[in-house]
């Protein structure tokens, strides 16, 4: 079989000596480089990468940066043509070289190169642990991911606006905002009351001990935004898909999920539990929850499903993580303590939240010993990490007085406290929902006779 062909790493020399051309009869133009984002890292020819640091760093500190500057600073540099370009070569370029005002276009180019390079680098890495079979394809796979995600192949673009243009489309959004509360609503009017929705960037925090019935809060909420069309996708680390399809199932029809799962079912309830999967089919939600079932997760492995869709054309306007102390470490990652584990996904979360403009629910562990004697759970009670609290837009907690009821027991229906204890864009305070065989249900309080 013959060797396949070596096709040469992504450059332009021509590109980049153009470049210097310009830089060199026009300084100032360092300005429009670096708006591109171009370092002396991204030049494939180090010589000339080493003339460019050199003219950035002049620009920067307001020095002289002409052509017989830079060639005497290459003259009398230590290291003359071998690191750095000689200097018969240096004072030719901006002899034949673009006008200064294409810089900006030339550096996008070369940066868009040496990015493609580093891609080309790590999968050719990841090919290489693929053939030979010493890594997990799930590890090869996520080390490309993180790899595409790295700011050498993704880029550094920051997305910078003015005070002004930022105040006047506040101001713009103003009589919208009146006749259509902005945000992704919750579902719920006394929790939408007091938060105001989900915002894109947004990581809401959604915690509470074992058996508050978070997941089934969780599940609720991305049912309801599901249900007006948003596309949800619910990632969880503790739940098989069989077992959230009965959740759903068992939240419209009242059939309990032991009951689905054991097949306890009449011919009454079969029909009704068809009639519920044909609907959910004709109005298009059962195409707009996704449900992703792994405890294998990383944030990494989470980010990449996401982009996936996202390139795939799905409009994704709420991810649920379920929940953030299962997530798993980055690949090849050893952390010192839970707590610096937990404090890293929460700080991918709010990354993934801002890069990709979508609020991030997670759900997190309340410490068992924090909350006694039935009190409501504090900020300080969420385990394993108070990163959690800081990485938040929204922190709320789940609070059933019931379940401390030993009269009545865990299971019983009774008042649900949604107790928001952090809110970046709105109040705290709480509210009440009615908690019903294992979900929850907008509550009223009845007037006494």
């Known amino acids: ?29 360092v300005w429009d480089a670096l708006d591109a984002g171009l370092s002396a890292a991204h030049f494939y020819a180090p010589q000339l990468g080493a003339v460019y640091a050199e003219l950035e760093r002049r620009v920067r500190t307001n020095e002289p940066a002409d052509v017989v500057t830079m060639a005497d600073w290459a003259g009398r540099h230590p290291k003359a043509g071998s690191v750095v370009l000689p200097v018969g070569e240096l004072v030719e370029l901006p002899d034949h070289c673009s006008v200064p005002s294409l810089a900006r276009h030339r550096a996008t180019g070369i940066v868009e190169d040496a990015r493609r390079r580093c891609a080309i680098g790590a999968l050719e890495a990841a090919a290489q642990a693929a053939r030979e079979g010493s890594e997990p394809l799930p590890d090869v796979l996520e080390r490309v991911v993180s790899a595409m995600h790295s700011p050498d192949v993704a880029g550094r673009e920051v997305d910078a606006t003015s005070l002004g243009a930022a ?29 105001g929705g989900m915002h894109p960037g ?20 991305a049912h309801k935004a599901a249900a007006v069309g948003t596309q949800v996708v619910v990632y969880s680390l503790e739940d098989a898909r069989d077992g959230i399809a009965r959740r759903h199932l068992s939240a419209r029809t009242g059939i309990s999920g032991q009951r689905l799962r054991q097949g306890d079912v009449s011919a ?10 044909d609907h ?10 996704h449900i992703v079932a792994d405890p294998s997760l990383t944030m990494a492995r989470i980010e990449a499903d996401l982009v996936g869709r996202l390139q795939r054309g799905y409009r994704i306007g709420l991810v649920v993580i379920d929940y953030i102390q299962l997530v798993r470490p980055a690949l090849g990652v050893v952390r010192e303590s839970r707590q610096v584990q937990v404090a890293d996904a929460s700080g991918a979360a709010k990354v993934i939240a801002l890069r990709h ?16 004697d039935g009190a409501p759970p504090e900020l300080h009670d969420l385990r394993d990490s108070g990163a959690i609290e800081q990485d938040a837009d929204c922190v709320m907690f789940i609070h059933r007085p019931d379940y401390f009821d030993e009269t009545k027991g865990p299971a019983s229906d009774g008042i649900a406290q949604v107790i928001v204890r952090k809110n970046r864009h709105g109040a705290t ?21």
């Open 357 to 372: 403009s979508v609020p991030v629910m997670i759900l997190a562990q309340v410490n068992r010993q924090g909350v006694r």
């Open 280 to 289: 959910w089919e004709r109005t298009g939600l059962a195409e707009c929850l």
């Open 167 to 195: 105040v006047r489309s506040v101001i713009g959004g103003i009589a919208d905002a009146r006749k259509k509360p902005p945000g992704l609503r919750y579902g719920y009017d006394n929790v939408d009351r007091i938060t």
């Open 429 to 449: 305070g709480w509210c009440e929902l009615w908690f019903s065989r294992g979900h929850f249900h907008d509550y009223t309080p009845r007037e006494e006779d």
């Open 1 to 29: 079989m013959p060797a396949p062909k070596l096709t040469p790493l992504p450059s332009s020399l021509p590109a980049e000596r153009d470049m210097i051309g310009m830089l060199l009869l026009d300084p100032e133009r």
């Open 268 to 277: 009454d309830e079969r029909r009704n539990l068809e009639q519920v999967a």
């Open 202 to 221: 947004d990581v809401v925090v959604l915690a509470a001990r074992t058996s508050m019935g978070k997941t089934a809060l969780a599940h609720d909420i």
